[in-house]
């Protein structure tokens, strides 16, 4: 009885030798391989492109990374502490795919794995992650299989469960990878990490849809073939919402099981594949209009229903932060000398140019108004008859005025 419950508190592993020695695979143990004979039990393989998985993992797992989250060079500092947070957790090894982010394993994350006894190694380019996860899967099975009777009657079942989530996690992982690299425009890359694992990604004119999770069973039995298996449909799922790209051809049917099923979710405008960070864009800005709807469905995006460009410049910092550094002399030059330029050169732009009726809001003589002109543009150091000039600072002037259209208020 005594090891029945021991077979209960750990559940079956194999060596990660059995992994690597999968020749189908082509790994290569390149470093933290320690001692023969010392023992590297595995439990699970896990993928994740995450700085600091360690969150994530559980003791015995094989962790799974393409690089993409490390600097360029990756310094010897970064790699000793991304192993010294793996071997805390227990990780068993550290296996690194070649061909995507590096041609070449780093020297420093080898040395890292090699002062930790960490093992370390390769993935081909032509070996996708999910094949490795598969082959975990099947070995550790397999050797589930030959345990006792007794725990095959009582874990047989949750372990195929459990490993079936984990395949699931394993490919919701790639193809968050995927869309991260489609919206980054790395279109080559991303056909990269997702050949042999997903379906033909989305070419031509393509939608993006956005829909809240989860969703219910009834429609979500019917969408996962759509999304999960038929080519030129692609999806990722995080913990508020599916994203999906459809193809053209794709996208009627796509539309008639959202409709059926009630769905409130976003579908952007057509647009190429090269469009789809815009599209997102479009579809989440749907989508939220279909969550404050009374009406449950789809809700197709209209051009009307995004604010102005000044307004959505307003939501970007970086938007901010140069307007301010565009306008900085000027504010400067009114702190110190208790002048109002400023808001001279903000009302003369307000009437195109017009001295005469700029000094009469601003209750000041045109020569006056005039010089103010002038001194704003040797400060700004622009030439103020550009009315390209003009529209970049009237452009500064309304972000940081939050988008009032009142000039003087």
């Known amino acids: 009885m005594e090891n029945n419950f021991a077979n209960l508190a750990m559940p079956s592993t194999i060596e990660l030798n059995d992994l690597l020695h999968d020749y189908l695979l082509g790994l290569v143990l390149i470093a933290g391989g ?5 023992q590297h039990p595995v439990q699970w393989v896990h993928v994740s492109d995450l700085s600091d998985p360690s969150p994530f993992l559980t003791p015995r797992t094989v962790i799974l990374t393409t690089g993409g989250q490390f600097s360029t060079p990756l310094e010897q500092e970064e790699a000793d502490a991304y192993v010294r947070r793996l071997v805390e957790v227990g990780t068993t090894a550290l296996g690194v795919g070649v061909g995507l982010q590096w041609d070449r394993i780093p020297p420093s994350l080898i040395e890292a794995c090699e002062q930790a006894q960490l093992p370390l190694f390769r993935v081909p380019y032509d070996t996708p992650f999910i094949a490795v996860v598969r ?4 070995l550790i099975d397999a050797q589930l299989r030959s345990d006792t009777s007794w725990g095959r009657e009582q874990f047989g079942s949750f372990s195929s469960l459990a490993r079936r989530r984990n395949l699931g996690e394993a490919e919701q992982a790639v193809r968050s990878v995927v869309l991260k690299l489609l919206l980054e425009g790395q279109r080559d890359l991303a056909e990269q990490v997702a050949s042999k694992m997903l379906p033909t990604l ?4 393509v939608a993006v849809v956005i829909a ?4 219910a069973s009834p429609a979500l039995k019917e969408l996962t073939p759509l999304l999960a298996e038929q080519p030129g449909v692609f999806s ?9 790209i459809a193809e053209h051809s794709q996208l009627a049917t796509l539309r008639r099981v959202l409709n059926k099923h009630a769905i409130s979710c976003g579908i952007s405008e057509r647009g190429s594949a090269s469009d789809i960070r815009e599209l997102l864009e479009q579809a989440e800005r749907a989508a939220e209009l279909a969550r404050q709807s009374p009406e449950e469905g789809p809700v197709l995006y209209r051009p009307e229903m995004h604010a102005g460009v000044l307004q959505l410049l307003q939501q970007r910092p970086e938007a901010v932060r140069r307007a301010n550094g565009l306008l900085a002399p000027l504010r400067l030059h009114d702190e110190r000398h208790k002048d109002e330029l400023r808001l001279s050169l903000e009302v003369w732009l307000a009437h195109h140019g017009q001295t005469s009726a700029a000094a009469t809001e601003l209750g000041v003589h045109r020569h006056t108004l005039r010089a103010r002109v002038s001194t704003a543009a040797s400060l700004l150091q622009r030439d103020l008859d550009d009315p390209d000039t003009r529209a970049e600072l009237w ?5 940081l005025r939050g988008g009032s259209a009142n000039s003087s208020s």
């Open 135 to 138: 082959t975990a899967a099947r």
């Open 395 to 399: 452009a500064a002037m309304r972000i």
């Open 212 to 215: 809240p999770t989860p969703i």
């Open 34 to 38: 320690g001692r023969p004979g010392d």
């Open 202 to 205: 989305p070419r031509g004119q």
């Open 236 to 244: 990722s799922e995080d913990r508020q919402q599916f994203t999906v």
